[in-house]
Every structure is written in C-alpha cells, then in structure tokens.
C-alpha cells in the first residue's frame, strides 16, 4: 500500500514519522506550499508532488493531514479518484460538509477513516473497557480535560477555518464521551476568550444524559509554550477510575530547555509504540481486510456535531439541544 500524505505541517510530520516507524515505504505527499512540501519531502524521505492530481494516480490510500478548512475538497477529490482516506480529526467544519464528505465516500464505493487518535491511547482504551464490561456499575460522573498552549499557525486563530478550541481539540474528549455514555441529550458551556488576533480559548462543558449522568469537559488553549495536559474521572456506584498525564509514564518524553516551543501541543503517550502508529497500522490494516474500522465515519461526525453543540452553548451562554 502507498501512502500519500497531504499537508506538510505538523501533523504531516507525525503521521510520517508513524508511518517509518511501522514500516510504510514509498510516501508520497502534496501541499500547497513549495517551500514546506521540499523541506518535508528531504526530511521524511516522501516523493514531492505540486500537482494533487497527479499523486492521487500514484498511491493507494489518501491521508490528509491539512487544515481543516480544505478537508472537504480533499476528501472528495481523493474519492473521486478511487482512493481510500484516512482524514485527520476534526471530519470538518460544519455537519453539513461533514455528511457531504461521507455521502462521497459512499457514492466512490471507498472508505474513510477519520483519525480520533485518542481511542488509541491505552489509558482511554482500558477505561473505556472496563466501563463496557460493567466493572465500575451504572456511571454517575466523568470528567475530561485536555488543556495546551495556543497552536502557532494562524489558520487556528479563526473559526471559519479551524472551527475553534471546541471543534478542533476538545472534540477529543466529546468523542470520547460519546465512546463511553452514547450522546448527550443537552450541553451547556462557559468560554473564556482573549483578543480577535489570538487563538486563547478556554472551555467548561457539562453534557446531560436522560439516565442522570453527567460529563464535565474542560479544554483550552491559553497556557504557556510547551504545556499539555490531560487527565480522565469515570465515577460508577462500583468503583472509580482516575488518570492524569502528570502521573509517571513508562518512558518520559521532555523538550529540551533550550529547544524551542513546538508549534502544536500534542499528548506524548510514553510508550514503545505511539498511539498515532497503533492508529494508522489499525486504519491501514482495515483498508488491506475490510475489517471495521475503531472509528466509524458516523461517529466521526456525531462527535463533530457535539463540538459544534458546545461551541454554540458557549457563544450564547445558553442551554443547547443536541439533535
């Protein structure tokens, strides 16, 4: 299978880093700017191509990994090819695009798999685990976070085109939710934000479930260089599950203090084999079996539909109903 990766920012990079380590040759890649598809092609060992067209010919499965704001027109195009795609969260910017981007993968008879990565970190997998099996009893509470430094691109800095911190980060944790509890029947959340010309966002989200189950999601871009964390409280009239990222990991990773802040948070995993590898392996091998994928396409986009929801209670400081 030849992988063509679309996108040479930071995502780019770690899905090509993934894909070495799991022993993926022959990557392709495309992107827009000259300049970072060169530097990227020299330093991930990819063949370059300026024309999307013509990479689309020469691989089998299609991974975008550029700004949200061009998923759609990607996707398709990498459909209406022939072409399998692996689409890195969120699926888009609005429902509406997202179900065009599935009603296309439908209609080309391919399949697409949207890349939730945190459903590949053992911590969430585990958990998630026990609570399927009924060890921790009916789950009265969960709390999520996931807190990190604004990214540094400024495409982030504007909703049009990123959809926001609730869209294109706490849709970790409210797809999660979802992977645990099912979809909420209502959310109401607070925002704290800084300037127009900043990306600072800070959420608080409480999802309410008909059964009396609550979720508190907190997620923010507003902390120093360098910071990210995240932690998960699953509560059950049988046991509770507590796990935060500041705990001692088998393997640490840290920046050296000379280094400069990397442009994007990102959660280290401190194992042998990263979840962005165990993520693209399980996609890659799904397309090569037709097995199920972890992530359906479906799920992909009620989790993008919570995000929304979240981002509307928040601009509105009101309750919202979610479809």
């Not at 992530?295 to 979240?310: D, F, G, N, S, T």
Request: with cysteine; proline share 7%.
């Amino acid at each position: 299978m030849r992988v063509g990766i679309v996108g040479a920012g930071t995502m780019g990079r770690v899905h090509a880093a993934a894909y070495r380590r799991i022993g993926v040759e022959g990557l392709a890649a495309y992107d827009v700017d000259p300049v970072k598809l060169a530097d990227f092609a020299s330093e991930e060992g990819a063949e370059p191509f300026t024309d999307y067209p013509k990479m689309l010919a020469e691989v089998d499965v299609v991974d975008v990994c550029a700004p949200t704001f061009a998923h759609q027109q990607l996707a398709e195009q990498a459909f209406a090819a022939g072409r399998d795609v692996i689409l890195e969260k969120p699926l888009a910017l609005s429902v509406a695009q997202g179900e065009q981007i599935l009603r296309a993968a439908r209609e080309s008879g391919r399949r697409l798999f949207v890349a939730m990565v945190v459903r590949f970190f053992p911590q969430y997998r585990r958990a998630r685990e026990l609570v399927s099996r009924g060890e921790l009893g009916r789950i009265g509470v969960v709390r999520l976070k996931r807190v990190s430094f604004p990214p540094a691109a400024a495409w982030f800095r504007d909703p049009a085109k990123s959809g926001g911190m609730p869209v294109d980060l706490m849709i970790h944790d409210l797809d999660y939710a979802r992977w645990l509890l099912g979809g909420p029947r209502r959310v109401f959340a607070r925002m704290s934000r800084g300037d127009r010309a900043s990306a600072l966002e800070h959420v608080q989200a409480t999802l309410a479930y008909d059964d009396g189950a609550m979720v508190f999601v907190e997620g923010g871009w507003a902390y120093p260089p360098g910071y990210f964390r995240t932690s998960l409280d699953i509560a059950g009239d049988k046991g509770l599950i507590e796990w935060s990222s500041d705990q001692p990991v088998p393997l640490d990773t840290l920046l050296p203090k000379d280094a400069p802040p990397p442009k994007l948070g990102l959660p280290m995993a401190g194992l042998e084999e990263n979840p962005y590898e165990t993520e693209l392996r399980h996609a890659l091998s799904a397309f090569d079996s037709g097995e199920p994928f972890a992530v359906a396409p479906q799920e992909a986009l009620e989790a993008l539909r919570l995000a929304i929801a979240v981002r509307e209670s928040a601009l509105s400081e009101s309750v919202v109903e979610v479809a």
